[in-house]
């Protein structure tokens, strides 16, 4: 007898199959009733990564429409099943799709979840007592490479350049297996004052901690069995095996800007190309 096994990762879903698309919505209600109401519609049927919502375009009839993406295409399948054809909170259905327009490949890259919706989404598959992370190691390695230079130019304010990295590992005890990530976080700061460097060494700190959470997530791999219960892969790489005492004194590290990962948690919907095409 085949199993049904649902894939969920923990980056950013593009797929068309998880990606819903909802319409007819009347213009009677705000924004914020909308989107509250949708996403407390389509949350029954999994975790949702987004909800967002939209005036219809100019020269057709007044209303919304809304996207909702799930991690998982199996659950949106589900609820576009669920939901298409019924009012929930306005008298006329919700029309309610899959997306299906084809992008070219170049546009599938998927980018990492942010910490927080790798916490959201690992809460809840495994609990909040199914995973933990562990600091294995977190230097300052300003004085690596070219970190650390100061500014000559002159009539220029000094400038240093700060950074920190970290290796951390993400374990599950219940699978009894760990991923182990790597984060680098640097900044230019003007002026080398410990009223003005500390501060900074705090927030890089955190930031490298941070990402080096959502490198290890990037290698995990939850397969959800259709009775429910949840499998952990991960995906090790020949790098990550390393004995911790190895590591005094060394992080190896990708050189990659801080420019690249966003420090406020901000999500990463922007840049994302919504698929509105739907069998009508």
Known sequence: MEVE??????????????????????????????????????????????????????????????????????????????????GFFQSSPLKVKLSTKQYPNFLHYSKPLSRSKCQDLANHYLGFNGWSTHIVTLKDITNCDDAGRLSTTTGDPQEITLKYGCIMDVTFPQHGLSCRGVGVAEETVEGTGPDVVLPKRGKLQRWARDKAVVDAFEKVLLLVLGNGKVVVECRVERDDVLQDEDLEGLIKVNDIPWSQFDPDGQEENEDIPWDLSVNM
């Open 5 to 86: 096994v649902d894939v969920i990762e923990f980056r950013v879903p593009v797929e068309n199959n998880k990606t819903l698309f909802v319409w007819n919505i009347l213009s009677t209600f705000s924004d914020a009733f909308i989107y509250e109401s949708i996403w407390n519609i389509f949350c029954n049927f999994g975790p949702l990564y987004l909800v967002k919502v939209c005036p219809n375009a100019a020269g057709v009839e007044p209303g919304f429409y809304a996207l909702v993406k799930y991690f998982s295409a199996a659950q949106a399948s589900k609820a576009q099943k669920a939901t298409h054809g019924r």
